[in-house]
């Protein structure tokens, strides 16, 4: 990110006084009292985001979420513009925090660093299989089935730890470790791509992966590829589960009120953009919560 030119107001302000009362001494100027009002400043919807992180967003705005906000601009009848960053440590301080933009498009409901909108849509993690696998009974659909344990399965790895995943933890309790393959967010392209690649090939029996990364790279793979949710083992008080809102800078009621006016009103097309990207969710049960 390029870093920002800091302007001298105090200096430039005492120039254009003294340019001022030049132009009006030659005559080239109009009374202070006739002078015009320059125009405010037309809004924009300034939106917070990563460059290159498919299924979400991208600069070239191929994301579902930069579909979203395109379509809520629209709805406003605002210029759209982005704040590029990718999402390490420090995005919410950089991006929110510096006012660089205004809006998150997609933040967990609880999300304790902003102020959050009401959900829009809610989803889980997922077994990723081989439709051959995912229509019979040899299909993964428990932390506690008996096999498991002799799979090799993908798991997205946070850090150095296989236990900072939801799923690392379920599969780590369960014993599950010896056949686990990590990936990490460093490589060739998404993990959650990767792993998905790695079913379709072969080259693992199954990957557990969050659910619209999972559909959306699943869409995508040939052979064919199924989802099936992974619900949290019933010995582990861990969600699976996350409800999905937009996020403000804390404070910013007016622009909350405006999302959470949009998000109801344009349900229906937010949910066709979730659809084109193969997004699988679990019913909407509380989603008309504000």
């Not at 406003?76 to 960053?85: A, C, D, H, M």
Request: hydrophobic share 45%; with cysteine.
């Amino acid at each position: 990110m390029s870093s920002s030119c800091r302007i001298d107001i105090a200096r430039f302000a005492r120039f254009g006084a003294v340019l001022l009362a030049l132009l009006a001494g030659l005559g080239g100027g109009r009374p202070a009292d006739a002078q015009e009002a320059a125009p405010a400043a037309l809004p924009a919807l300034r939106v917070c985001a990563e460059p290159d992180n498919l299924p979400y967003s991208r600069e070239d705005q191929s994301g579902f979420e930069n579909r979203i906000a395109r379509l809520l601009a629209d709805d406003l009848q605002w210029p759209l513009q982005y704040e590029w960053l990718p999402d390490r440590r420090g995005f919410v301080r950089k991006t929110l925090g510096a006012r660089a933009c205004d809006v998150i498009i997609g933040v967990p409901v609880d999300d304790e660093r902003v102020l959050t909108t009401r959900p829009y849509y809610r989803s889980s993690y997922v077994f990723v299989q081989r439709a051959s696998h995912a229509r019979d009974a040899s299909a993964l659909r428990s932390f506690d089935d008996d096999r498991l344990p002799a799979l090799r399965v993908g798991v997205q790895l946070v850090g150095n730890d296989l236990a900072a995943t939801p799923p690392g933890y379920a599969l780590a309790r369960h014993g599950a470790v010896r056949n686990v393959v990590g990936f990490t967010l460093y490589g060739d392209g998404p993990p959650a791509r990767r792993m998905v690649d790695a079913v379709a090939r072969g080259e693992l029996d199954a990957a557990l992966a969050w659910g619209p990364q999972a559909g959306y790279f699943a869409a995508r793979a040939t052979p064919a590829l199924e989802l099936t949710p992974a619900a949290a083992p019933a010995d582990m008080d861990l969600p699976f589960a996350f409800s999905i809102a937009m996020g403000v800078r804390k404070g910013d009621r007016a622009m909350k009120a405006r999302l959470d006016d949009f998000l109801l009103r344009r349900a229906a097309d937010i949910d066709r953009i979730l659809d084109a990207y193969a997004v699988p969710r679990l019913p909407s049960t509380g989603l008309e919560r504000p």
